[in-house]
């Protein structure tokens, strides 16, 4: 697992180095996204911010992905 923070109001490229491993092109990310930095979950509302999964591909021991606005990503890696 990575765990990736965008705490920035834009999308922001990181690139990603894993030395030593072999990692499948195929994975799956999990990402919670807010719209505003003032976003919460409340008794009303308890879904305004959900985890949202996905399958990914491009990913290798190098590689770079971009993260979505105010989002946390957790990207579910393979061993190849």
Known sequence: ???LVNR???PQ?????IKGAH???????VVMQATSRDDTNTLS???RIKPVTAAVSGLSG????????L???VLKLKNH
């Open 71 to 73: 989002s946390i990503t």
């Open 62 to 69: 190098d590689f770079t992905r971009d993260l979505p606005p």
């Open 23 to 29: 990692i499948a092109a195929d994975g799956e990310s």
């Open 13 to 17: 490229p990181v690139h990603v180095v």
């Open 8 to 10: 920035n109001d834009t």
């Open 45 to 47: 509302d308890p879904e």
């Open 1 to 3: 697992f990575i765990k």
